[in-house]
């Protein structure tokens, strides 16, 4: 009886020890699962492009250069612009990844620079005259004095970039991103800023003589002191934005949406064009 009692108090130790044995021998298949899942997960992640503070038109699959090569390329560049194409080679940036690049006072004339990634790039002062940068990404890049005359830069992304006193007269911006641009005291004449948006731009003291904005958004834009003379707006939104001292002579703000819009004064209403769809400000109207 005694004998009895004994091995029933010993088998449910034995069985515990057994369960015990058994969790153990799992721990190393389970251990190793994970490690080949994060393994996998590190294979996936290697060379991926690095992350943005902002959004942006961000495009993939970019080339690469090192500034040895940028270097090589802008030289023929000067060669191709300085020989009128007879030397040298017209430079090829397109789809290229240039962020953060150095590129001030840099002579990019003519140059091809679609969808190219040009986030935060140093381009004060760079000529880019007649350049292709259609779908660029220009993210706070700084394009301080830079000439950018007759530019292509259609769908391109220009969110918060620093553009003071550019020259951007005859570009093509239709479809562009200027979102918090900085284009104080630019050059915006006969510009083509067709369905741009402009959202808090920075437009004080502009010249915007001619220029196409039609279906742009200017909500919030500061264009105090801007020459709007003989500009399309029409269908424009101005929700909200700074009109003191701006000049509207022979402006077009049919279908614009001014409400909200603050400075303006009815002499300026008076000069510029106007239809039964456009909306004042309530005490304008």
């Known amino acids: 009886m005694l004998r009895r009692l004994r091995k029933q108090a ?3 130790a034995k069985k515990k ?20 899942q994060e393994g996998q997960a590190d294979k996936r992640t290697v060379g991926a492009p690095p992350t943005t503070e902002h959004e942006s038109s961000g495009i993939k699959g970019l080339r690469e250069v090192n500034t040895e090569d940028l270097e090589k390329i802008l030289d023929l560049h000067r060669q191709w612009i300085a020989s009128k194409s007879k030397e040298g080679t017209r430079a090829n940036l397109a789809r290229t990844y240039l962020r953060e690049a150095y590129l001030q006072g840099a002579l990019l004339r003519g140059a091809e620079l679609r969808e190219a990634n040009l986030q935060k790039a ?3 002062n760079a000529d880019l005259f007649l350049a292709d940068m259609r779908a660029a990404d220009l993210l706070e890049a700084n394009l301080t004095k830079a000439v ?4 292509k830069l259609d769908g391109g992304s220009l969110i918060e970039a620093k553009m003071g006193q550019v020259d951007l007269e005859q570009a093509s911006l239709k479809a562009a991103d200027l979102r918090e641009a900085d284009l104080c005291e630019a050059n915006l004449q006969n510009t083509n800023f067709k369905n741009a948006n402009l959202r808090d731009a920075n437009l004080f003291l502009v010249e915007l003589m001619n220029a196409d904005l039609q279906k742009a958004d200017l909500s919030g834009a500061d264009l105090k002191g801007a020459d709007l003379t003989g500009a399309n707006l029409k269908g424009a939104r101005m929700l909200g934005a700074k009109m003191q001292g701006a000049e509207l002579l022979g402006t077009n703000l049919e279908g614009v949406d001014l409400s909200g819009a603050t400075g303006l004064s009815r002499s300026q209403i008076e000069e510029a064009t106007t239809d039964d769809k456009t909306q004042l400000p309530d005490n304008l109207e």
Do not use: D, N, Y
């Not at 021998?25 to 699962?33: F, N, T």
């Open 10 to 12: 010993t088998e449910p």
């Open 17 to 36: 020890k057994v369960a015990k044995k058994k969790a153990v021998k799992k721990r190393p298949q389970e251990a190793a699962s994970g490690s080949l």
């Open 122 to 124: 140093e381009m004060q």
């Open 148 to 151: 950018l005359k007759r530019v």
